[in-house]
């Protein structure tokens, strides 16, 4: 079994900054491609940012230039890191992950969403 823990969500004012993490945990046998969406009210799920293994990066176009995604293999943990926060940004972002388990499976895997609210 595998689950996929966010944490770092919360309340925060425009101008200001957010680190989200993702920890991977279960039978994993290697981690794959990594992302981060969101979904904000009355809106469809769209793609922050992703990241694959050996590093390489996407964004999405709103997003450029104010957050950072990173991933630390040996600690299958994923992280965001949020600068600049408008309150367009407030949504409910979500950990994805394609990986591998022992068994040889091959799956996509999301976490249950953490909340982050940028308000004055």
């Known amino acids: 079994q595998v689950q996929l823990v966010e944490s770092g969500g919360g309340l925060v004012q425009p101008g200001g900054s957010l680190r989200l993490s993702c920890a991977a945990a279960g039978t994993i046998l290697m981690l794959d491609r990594m992302g981060w969406y969101r979904q904000a009210p009355g809106k469809e799920r769209e793609l922050v940012a992703a990241?694959?293994?050996?590093?390489?990066?996407n964004y999405g176009d709103s997003v450029k230039g104010r957050f950072t995604i990173s991933r630390d293999n040996a600690k299958n943990t994923m992280y965001l890191q949020m600068n600049s926060l408008k309150p367009e940004d407030t949504a409910v972002y979500y950990c994805?992950?394609?990986?591998?388990?022992?068994?040889?499976?091959?799956?996509?895997?999301w976490g249950q969403g953490t909340l982050v609210t940028v308000s004055s």
């Open positions: 994805n992950a394609r990986l591998t388990t022992w068994s040889q499976r091959y799956l996509e895997v």
């Open positions: 990241i694959s293994r050996d590093g390489s990066t």
